[in-house]
Every structure is written in C-alpha cells, then in structure tokens.
C-alpha cells in the first residue's frame, strides 16, 4: 500500500494540534456521565466508546457513570409496568427496584463494558453495590404545597450518595482499567438504592476530586428563556431558571450536581449533547469546548 501523503500530513496536523489537550489532561480524572437518552444509536454508542478508549490510551484516567431510565421505562412497559417520576426521579417501590438493579447493572451496565473493551479498552463494570462502593441512605425530598407549605415526598428506595469508596477506583485506575459504574447504592443494613446518575457521577467527581465532570445528555446544553444555550452558570440564575420552570425534569438533579460538584472541589462541569459524534473528544480537545460550562472560578464568583 502506498503512503497518501497529504492524508498522513492531516493526520499529523490533527494530533499536534491535540498535543496541548493531552498535557493538560494528561493522568488527570475525568468523570463522564453516560445518560440513557444518548445512547440511542449504535453509531453514536461506538462512537463514545472509542472516545473514552482514545482518553485512556493518550494517559487520561476516565471514568464512566451511566444512566439508563429510558431502558429500565422500555422493560416496565413490556411487563405491563410504569412508574412515576418526580422532579426527575423515579418513584421506586421494591419491585421496581428489582427491575431497576436487573436494567442498570445488567444490561446497561454489561452493554457499555463490552462495548469499550470491542474497541480496545480495559473495561470493568461495577455496581454501587461492588466492594461498597457507594454508599447511601434514603432520599428525603420534599415538595412546596399549594399552601406554600412544604410536604416530605416518599420515593421509595431512592437514594442519595453519603460517600464513594474511593479507594476502588483508585485502584482500577492503578491497574489500568476503566471504571464503569452503575448508579445503585447500598446502606449499611445492605439495603439497595436507585440513585439518579448524574447525581452519582457529581459525587464520585467530587470524592475522587476529578479534574472534569461531563453529563452527556440528549439535548445541546442548558437552554435559557428563549431557548439558547446559556453557559458560564451561577446558583442564582440556577435557582431563577428553576422557579419560573425554564429549568425542569431531568435537567434539574443534573444542573443541581453539576454546580454541587464545582463547589467541592471538581474543577469544572459540563453539560454537553451526547447526541453529537465523538461529543467527549470535542470537549476535551478544543478550548471552547461544547454545551453549558460551569466551573469553580465562576461559582466562587457567585458566593
Ligand atoms: N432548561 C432546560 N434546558 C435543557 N433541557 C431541559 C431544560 N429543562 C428541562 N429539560 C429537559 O431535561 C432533559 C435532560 O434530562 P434527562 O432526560 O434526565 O437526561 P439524561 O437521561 O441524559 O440524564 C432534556 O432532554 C430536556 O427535555
Ligand atoms: C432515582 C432515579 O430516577 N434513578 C434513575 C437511574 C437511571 C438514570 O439516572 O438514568 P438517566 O441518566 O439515563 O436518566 C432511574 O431510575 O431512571
């Protein structure tokens, strides 16, 4: 075969150009938040893998935190089921636990782990569960009533993250792997947890004081009022995004994490379109990056 000059000059241009990215990232920990809603496309699924396999290759230490609510939604349907979601988390009664465990630390989970090592990564999949890894409690939530008068709201087995083993992630990243972790937690009396995902990736970002946090998502990035992108974001316009509904659903425990995140330590947050090929490269790769950023200088700014 011979040598297509002007395709190998490009290929060099591209990978000096990258040079820059990698020593600034490089043994450095980047948190990603793999939603369910982006992985709706075979190619797009490679695609994301490949990336986080091209992370770890150039000396980067990703680690993946997945999701998985449209799937578990698929297989209640399919059983004659629904569940209800508040403020973007699912209401779970045992039963929908057990569906939830089978969904996110099975299929899901197994999926993405085969999925990176097909494109030549070292991947191992783990649940919260794994070695203790996440420890939690249950989520308190409480709701403003019509009397403005608040109300504690039972999710069931939702929970919210009390600590990461961090010591096993350190671990597998010691040995060269690539975490994949699924959102479910245990308690101390071994009680299992459904846990949002993004709130898991801002805590393992948070315990293990990542250099970056990323929640791909199906959607551009955080849209303000008119609908545009808003980036550089404080708790206060947060906070006003959210009561005049601007801000609802699932982007409500992402933002929330994302901001939580940078306040304790995590460098810096993204919100980005996992809809987007290769949408974790273009964010690490580029200055601009892509989506909404939040990060610790802006959020110190804002306190
Ligand atoms: N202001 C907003 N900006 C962007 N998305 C929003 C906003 N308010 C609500 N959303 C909704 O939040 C969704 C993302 O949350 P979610 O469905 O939980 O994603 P994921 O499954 O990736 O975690 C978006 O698809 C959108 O429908
Ligand atoms: C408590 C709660 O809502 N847990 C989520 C966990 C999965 C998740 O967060 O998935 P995405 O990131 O794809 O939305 C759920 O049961 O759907």
């Known amino acids: ?38 992985m709706t496309d075979p190619a797009l699924e490679s695609s994301f893998a490949r990336d986080i396999v091209l ?24 059983l004659g089921r629904q569940s209800d979601r508040i403020d973007g988390m699912r209401v779970t009664d045992k039963s929908t636990m057990d569906i939830v465990e089978m969904v996110l630390g099975g299929s899901v ?4 782990v085969s999925l990176i090592n097909k494109h030549g990564g070292r991947a191992i999949g783990l649940t919260g569960k794994d070695a203790n890894l996440i420890l939690a409690k249950k989520l308190m939530m409480e709701k403003i009533g019509a009397d403005g008068i608040a109300v504690p709201v039972d999710l069931g087995f939702v929970g919210d993250v009390v600590s990461v083993n961090k010591d096993v992630i350190n ?17 101390e009396e071994g009680n299992t947890y459904n846990i949002n995902a993004d709130l898991v990736a801002g805590k393992v970002a948070e315990f293990l004081q990542a250099e970056k946090l990323m929640l791909l998502t199906n959607i551009k990035g955080v849209l303000g009022r008119d609908g545009e992108v808003v980036t550089g974001l404080t708790p206060k316009t947060v906070d006003s995004l959210i009561e005049d509904g601007t801000i609802s659903g699932g982007m409500i ?15 810096s947050a993204v919100i980005v379109d996992g ?7 273009l964010e690490i790769f580029t200055n601009e990056g892509v989506g909404t950023l939040i990060s610790r200088d802006l959020d110190l700014l804002s306190n």
């Open 1 to 38: 075969m011979t040598l297509n000059l002007d395709e190998a000059k490009i290929t060099a241009e591209v990978l000096t150009t990258a040079l820059p990215y990698i020593q600034r990232f490089v043994d450095k920990l980047i948190v990603v938040k793999y939603g369910g809603n982006a």
């Open 171 to 187: 671990m597998l990243i010691a040995s060269d792997f690539i975490p994949v972790i699924a959102p479910l937690g245990v308690d």
């Open 109 to 112: 989970n197994k999926s993405i």
């Open 55 to 78: 992370l770890k290759t150039v000396g980067m230490h990703p680690v993946v935190v997945h999701g998985g609510g449209p799937q578990v939604d698929n297989l209640l349907k399919e």
């Open 253 to 267: 425990p992402k933002i929330q994490c994302a901001l939580d995140a940078v306040r304790s330590g995590v460098k």
């Open 275 to 281: 809809r987007v090929p290769h949408a974790t490269l």
